[in-house]
């Protein structure tokens, strides 16, 4: 079985400062990564994905995540976060041909003036 | 309308109330998806649909009773809830059910509360 651990429920931060949401794994076998974003009052947008190729991954919005095999991570940055920032991250696992994707309990930043 | 919609937004309902949720996608997509997102826990899945065919059911208790009439629409219906069934229910399409290639596009949710 797959699980995903989203260690930090929120990560405070100032506007312009770099940020990390970490994010780890498990499974027995391989599986894809993915991170979502879900602002106030919305549903979930994709941010970025890992299926293949270069562990490190541009997505949206100037973010980037860096997929670790062998730490089984795939944590999110951003070097320079804005107010409209501020939402809830989710990291998310699926096996291919599965139809479920596992989430982590999601993390919270919050960006300060 | 474009991308996935959901109606309606908010809904309050007695235990003995009968209600149902909608969901409909305009991405001309053949997969859809019912998820719950409570406080403090992660999304789980509860119910995947292919080409109006139920092709997942992650153990989800029979006063949820989805139904999808045909691929652009899926419904959640409800009746006999527990207050702990108060949560967000997303909807989501994808392309094709399943795999890391599909992208999952969500809808803005539902936000229930059962009294």
């Known amino acids: 079985a797959q699980s995903v651990t989203q260690l930090d429920s929120q990560v405070p931060v100032f506007e312009e400062a770099p940020v990390e949401l970490r994010c780890n794994y498990s499974s027995s076998v391989s599986v894809y990564l993915f991170w979502y974003v879900q602002y106030p009052n919305q549903g979930l947008q994709l941010l970025l994905k890992?299926?293949?190729?270069?562990?490190l991954v541009k997505g949206i919005n100037g973010f980037e995540a860096e997929f670790n095999k062998s730490q089984t991570s795939f944590h999110l940055r951003k070097p320079s976060v804005h107010i409209s920032d501020t939402a809830e991250y989710f990291c998310?696992?699926?096996?291919?041909?599965?139809?479920?994707?596992?989430f982590g309990s999601g993390t919270r930043l919050l960006v300060r003036p | 309308e474009t991308g996935v919609t959901q109606t309606p937004r908010h809904l309050v309902m007695g235990m003995t109330n009968k209600k149902s949720l909608k969901c409909e996608q305009h991405l001309g997509h053949n997969a859809m998806y019912w998820y719950k997102q409570s406080a403090k826990k992660p999304l789980e899945l509860m119910f995947v649909?292919?080409?109006?065919?139920?092709?997942e059911n992650n153990s989800v208790p029979s006063r949820f009773s989805p139904e999808c009439p045909n691929s652009s629409h899926l419904f959640l219906h409800l009746h006999t809830l527990q207050p702990e069934d108060s949560a967000l229910y997303l909807c989501?399409?994808?392309?094709?059910?399943?795999?890391?290639?599909?992208?999952?596009?969500f809808g803005p949710g539902t936000r229930l509360t059962v009294l």
């Open positions: 890992y299926l293949s190729g270069s562990t």
């Open positions: 989501a399409s994808s392309a094709h059910a399943g795999g890391a290639v599909n992208e999952q596009f």
């Open positions: 649909y292919s080409l109006e065919e139920r092709v």
């Open positions: 998310a696992v699926i096996r291919d041909s599965s139809y479920k994707l596992i």
